[in-house]
């Protein structure tokens, strides 16, 4: 292991209301919500903790208590945690402004909650350091640039621009959602308003001279914001695609957790995972989904690159194909959902009540 990172603090966004995952997000904000067997944000922190970064803040908004009541001070990981709560929503530089008092080293490693990254974070605070940068962006290549904003750079690799969506991008490189700020420069953002990092902050310490640097690599990158990519990025986490070292059990087709029965005749593949107290009934199948804990998955039934929340009951012979099952919720038997069907939490749809295909 390569020595800890020192004089570093860590700054984690989670202030989002996560509306493209809801129904699922009624109930918790999107880092919290289960992601191969715990929170997303434990994975994050996972790795946070393993480059010998200790003190991490977070700026909350929605749902914020639900975060210190999960994590606490943090000295169960190993860490020292701290919440700040914005009154109203600041967007990504405005909620790193919000924390800026809690923080007290020259550097500060910045993460948007929904990403999940494989990048090396030790390898971006050396890039910083050794540009003597005021930011560094981590950017990923992608092959579909022209869903997001591009970000171009020169031969020394400092940024020269923040390009909005384009049908013909300059370059495959984007902003990934990690950086690292010198603590003066986010001290200089301004206080108590939304200010925006592509549209404000960035712009301007370009046109102010500053050494906007990038650290460009092609590692695992995953915006698990929606719930086919949160499907997916469960499904690379338990198979080991993704890195972690927070999963809580061995890595491979599934990941069964405690107190969850899979019976026999059952087939549970795909990455998917099993919550706690999950029952899957012989004869069911479920391929890369996640059942929240206390799922109930009739036998016949077939679920697969779907999430099923807490306490949801799938009946026999029920068919869900890329949809949102809300928690409590009840799919009667030979129901069929697909395409991005969502059902809110405690909803119950009586035996038959949609189907895709003609027969009943």
Not at 99 to 124: H, M, T, W
Not at 252 to 277: F, H, K, Q, W, Y
């Amino acid at each position: 292991m390569s020595s800890p990172v020192r004089g570093v603090d860590a700054v984690v966004l989670v202030g989002g209301k996560g509306t493209r995952l809801r129904p699922l997000t009624l109930s918790a904000p999107k880092p919290m919500l289960p992601t191969a067997g715990v929170p997303f944000l434990t994975h994050l922190l996972s790795r946070i903790r393993a480059i010998g970064v200790t003190h991490v803040v977070f700026g909350t908004s929605y749902m914020a208590d639900v975060f210190a009541d999960h994590f606490g001070d943090g000295s169960d990981l190993g860490m020292e945690l701290e919440y700040l709560v914005e009154d109203v929503p600041l967007d990504t530089a405005g909620g790193i402004r919000n924390v800026a008092s809690a923080l007290r080293e020259p550097d500060v490693l910045v993460f948007n909650s929904d990403i999940l990254s494989g990048v090396d974070l030790a390898a971006v605070v050396d890039t910083h350091r050794k540009h003597n940068a005021d930011v560094t962006l981590h950017l990923v290549k992608v092959p579909d640039p022209r869903r997001f904003g591009c970000v171009p750079t020169d031969a020394d690799g400092r940024v020269t621009a923040f390009l909005e969506k384009t049908e013909n991008p300059p370059t495959d490189q984007i902003n990934a959602g990690c950086y690292v700020f010198r603590r003066e420069v986010i001290e200089r953002i301004p206080v108590g308003r939304p200010v925006s990092v592509e549209r404000e902050t960035f712009p301007g310490l370009l046109r102010d001279g500053a050494r906007v640097q990038a650290h460009v690599d092609a590692s695992y990158w995953l915006d698990v914001g929606t719930p086919e990519a949160f499907v997916r990025g469960c499904s690379d986490l338990v198979r080991g695609v993704a890195p972690t070292t927070a999963l809580p059990g061995p890595t491979g087709d599934a990941l069964v957790l405690p107190g969850a029965r899979v019976a026999d005749g059952a087939v549970v593949t795909g990455g998917s995972t099993i919550g706690a107290g999950c029952l899957v009934e012989a004869g069911a199948r479920v391929d890369g989904s996640v059942l929240f804990d206390g799922v109930t998955v009739a036998a016949g039934a077939i679920v697969e690159r779907s999430v099923v929340g807490a306490g949801a009951r799938i009946g026999i012979n029920a068919t869900l194909s890329d949809t949102v099952i809300g928690d409590r919720a009840a799919i009667g038997p030979r129901c069929e959902l697909r395409h991005g069907a969502r059902v809110w939490p405690g909803v119950e749809l009586a035996e038959c009540a949609v189907r895709f295909s003609t027969d009943a």
